[in-house]
């Protein structure tokens, strides 16, 4: 096989598993909150693993809401994440999962059909976040055949989130940083 053909090929692949792992836009989970200010924290490293979700700060009490239509399948309390609500969307293709609430929003229960914007619960500190940082941990799963709601591959959804790439902090700010900008 020519080098060529094998760029071709590796090409193919890679292709392949990013078509594999897209998702459909999703509303921002968080109500209030602007593309602008998620942060990619997907491949941070956090105690002994991969963060592998997004965590958007906001106050506590802010309503959470379904990033897609689909179902609640399950209602868990874990010690890391606290009070969280598993959904699965219409397909069973991805599990949604959502975490440190600080309540459910009135009458979820597992079973019930989401409507994307459908509040789900709270936005609180229970599970390990820190009581100071309130924030909604926000993962998705891609399903194996199984269909176990404990079970998936982590997919970042930074992006269908229409989550923005940012400078890093290195570089230098931009203007519109203005205030907001921190040290
Ligand atoms: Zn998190």
Redesign the pocket.
């Known amino acids: 096989m020519s080098f060529r053909l094998l760029f071709f090929a590796a090409a193919a692949a890679l292709a392949w598993s990013v078509q594999a792992a897209e998702l459909p836009p999703l509303l921002i989970p968080v109500d209030g909150v602007a593309a602008e200010a998620l942060r990619d924290?997907f491949a941070e490293g956090?105690v002994g693993h991969r963060?592998e979700?997004?965590?958007i700060a906001a106050a506590r009490g802010t309503p959470v809401v379904a990033v897609a239509d689909g179902v609640v399948v399950k209602l868990f309390r874990s010690v890391p994440g606290g009070i969280t609500l598993y959904q699965f969307d219409s397909e069973r293709r991805h599990a949604f999962y959502y975490?440190?609430l600080d309540r459910y929003a009135d009458g979820i229960k597992e079973g019930r059909v989401l409507r994307r914007g459908d509040p789900i619960g709270y936005v609180g500190s229970t599970g390990n976040?820190s009581t100071a940082a309130p924030?909604l941990?926000f993962a998705v799963f891609l399903l194996g055949p199984e269909k176990q709601w404990w079970k998936g591959e982590a997919i970042d959804p930074f992006a269908a989130l229409g989550g923005v790439e940012r400078a890093t902090a290195s570089s230098a700010p931009s203007p519109s940083d203005g205030p907001r900008s921190r040290p």
């Open positions: 924290t956090r963060h979700a997004i965590d975490a440190h976040a924030h941990h």
